[in-house]
């Protein structure tokens, strides 16, 4: 079973920058599609932006559009999330994990998808 690990996380005042990254215990990134999610305090976990590294789509949710930018590195099996002019907003546990799709409009969960990985904390103060 592939493991996929969070990092990166911290804390940044308004307006700075963090990139996030999610290693891949296995598998090349060449055939996988990975997304990027996040759950703030009292609220639902919410996708925010996806990576087909084979076709090179994107896709980014509407309030995280033109700040942040996600990429792959097949060599070292990472999806990174730079994020930058943070809000406090962004402040949330951020997870990835893997798609059976990724498009510009959307996503779909993998079919066998298990369970979250402990994600990384980003906190955004004013």
């Known amino acids: 079973e592939v493991q996929l690990v969070e990092s990166g996380g911290g804390m940044a005042q308004a307006g700075g920058s963090l990139r996030l990254s999610c290693a891949a215990s296995?598998?090349?990134?060449?055939?996988?599609?990975i997304g990027w999610f996040r759950q703030a305090p009292g609220k639902e976990r919410e996708g925010i932006s996806c990576?087909?590294?084979?076709?090179?789509?994107?896709y980014y949710t509407a309030s995280v559009k033109d700040r942040f930018t996600i990429s792959s590195d097949s060599a070292k099996s990472t999806v990174y999330l730079q994020m930058s002019s943070l809000k406090p907003e962004d402040t949330a546990v951020y997870y990835c994990?893997?798609?059976?799709?990724?498009?510009?409009?959307?996503?779909?969960?993998?079919?066998?998808?298990?369970?979250w990985g402990q994600g990384t904390q980003v906190t955004v103060s004013s």
């Open positions: 994990a893997l798609l059976d799709v990724c498009s510009t409009s959307g996503y779909v969960m993998d079919s066998d998808f298990g369970s």
């Open positions: 296995e598998f090349t990134f060449d055939d996988d599609v």
């Open positions: 990576i087909n590294s084979k076709t090179g789509t994107t």
